[in-house]
């Protein structure tokens, strides 16, 4: 089953990881320095929070979060039947973790990600550029970022 994935730009990360908290009732499955990750049941979401000094704080991008290498070639298929372009990453590293990953901007310019995680990193990750995927899109980083 997927699971949605949001991802927010922070100011005050400890301040952030205690209001997420809060609200979930739940405290995050992982904290590194500049990065907190709240794995939900209810709802069922894959919440990650960052101070990486990219920009204003607010929602990053929106994503889905496959529990297999299957589903993300199914999303990744219908995002290219729906007439967008996706730019594809293989055993990238992001947010602490191992990942294939399709990324997709709608025609609104959201930063959609989709992806399936097969293990765990060190490092945040990766800064590769990722080509713009519509009309009018912007260039952005990889990495959630």
């Known amino acids: 089953m997927n699971r949605l994935h949001l991802h927010i730009a922070v100011d005050d990360l400890s ?8 609200l979930f009732g739940a405290q995050p499955s992982v904290v590194k320095d500049d990065y907190a990750k709240w794995m939900l049941e209810d709802p069922r979401v894959n919440l990650a929070i960052s ?6 704080p607010g929602v990053d991008h929106v994503g889905i979060q496959a529990e297999t290498a ?7 298929t ?19 973790a191992r990942s294939d ?5 709608d025609p609104s310019g959201v930063r959609w ?33």
């Open 113 to 145: 990600e989709t992806f399936h995680t097969f293990g765990e990193a060190v490092t945040y990750g990766e800064d590769e550029v990722v080509p713009a995927t519509t009309v009018a899109s912007p260039v952005v980083t990889g990495c959630c970022g």
């Open 70 to 76: 299957d589903e993300l070639t199914a999303i990744a």
């Open 78 to 96: 219908r995002l290219k039947a729906a007439g967008e372009t996706t730019f594809d990453q293989e055993a990238t590293t992001c947010c602490y």
């Open 15 to 22: 301040r952030s990881i205690g209001f997420y908290s809060t």
């Open 101 to 105: 990953k399709s990324w997709v901007t």
């Open 51 to 56: 101070q990486r000094g990219r920009g204003a």
